[in-house]
């Protein structure tokens, strides 16, 4: 799996991210939880995806303006569509994992999504492949080992603790102003970590990829009425035949709380009050940078 962390991780965890948790905290009011009062309570009666209120690729958010108050389609880039068919071969690897099923057949599956990239569909497939490799092998190794080590647990009981993840969990973000249908990437139920995956990019390229597990975090908290206090951006690359994982631990402080709640508010009097932004020099990454010069 791509959530697992590796010797390092677990130190830099348990040594000093989960210590800095129990001595910074949060404070109340930014706690999900606290929805129904300032600063979390939605101003406007307006509902984002996470992806809308987190996104910085365009510098005055015209992405947001262009999606939510015109109406406008995206280009499917290459990026994103080797994100979003990513994003689903981890999920369906995962599924099978649940089910023990290790040697799952990837051609199988693959046909049966019927993905359709604009660009470079046998690169997006063989990328695709890797991640679905990687995700088996990695869980039934785990789940190898916590078997041989308990040998009167029930193989059903082993693999929720071998591979603790909720995966693409789907939950109503309506009380913080997000969709009322998001899917977070994974849970870790055990450990109490969001992770939030990211492609084709690299740790430290863009710092407000944080803003991403903050935000589930926060609606986490008030849906379930549980902190969660700690995230993980999961970087995934590709080098030649080689999936290459880079992960981003980090305690969601006041700071990135208070950081999201300014995102979300500037874009949603955005698009309540339907603001065009103006046209500014953007990165090719972004979805309307082509349509924004029209």
């Given at each position: 799996m791509v959530y697992y962390l590796s010797d390092i991780e677990r130190k830099m965890l348990e040594k000093r991210i989960r210590p800095l948790t129990r001595t910074v905290g949060v404070s109340e009011e930014l706690r999900g939880w606290s929805w129904d009062r300032s600063p979390l309570k939605p101003y406007h009666d307006v509902r984002l995806p996470m992806y809308s209120i987190c996104g910085k690729y365009c510098p005055n958010s015209r992405d947001v303006y262009l999606r939510h108050v015109l109406k406008k389609p995206g280009e499917v880039t290459y990026?994103?569509?080797?994100?979003?068919?990513?994003?689903?071969?981890?999920?369906?690897?995962?599924k099978h994992v649940r089910l023990r099923n290790f040697s799952a057949d990837f051609e199988k599956w693959y046909e049966s999504q019927g993905f359709k990239p604009p660009t470079n569909p046998d690169l997006v497939k063989k990328y695709s492949r890797i991640v679905w490799e990687h995700v088996?092998?990695?869980a039934e190794s785990r789940f190898r080992e916590a078997t041989s080590s308990q040998p009167y647990s029930e193989e059903e009981d082993m693999i929720m603790t071998a591979a603790p993840f909720m995966v693409e969990h789907k939950i109503s973000g309506n009380l913080l102003g997000c969709s009322g249908i998001l899917s977070v990437d994974c849970f870790d139920y055990l450990h109490n970590i969001i992770f939030d995956v990211k492609t084709a990019t690299s740790k430290g390229e863009n710092n407000f990829y944080r803003l991403y597990a903050t935000g589930y975090a926060l609606v986490f908290e008030s849906v379930y009425e549980v902190p969660v206090d700690i995230g993980c951006t999961v970087y995934l690359n590709f080098k030649d035949d080689r999936l290459l994982i880079e992960r981003d631990l980090f305690h969601i402080n006041d700071d990135l709380r208070s950081w999201w709640i300014e995102e979300r508010d500037k874009k949603s009097e955005m698009v309540y009050e339907e603001k065009d932004p103006g046209v500014v020099q953007c990165e090719r990454k972004c979805m309307y940078a082509n349509i924004c010069k029209e």
């Open positions: 990026p994103v569509s080797l994100g979003s068919i990513v994003h689903s071969t981890v999920n369906g690897a995962y088996l092998a990695n």
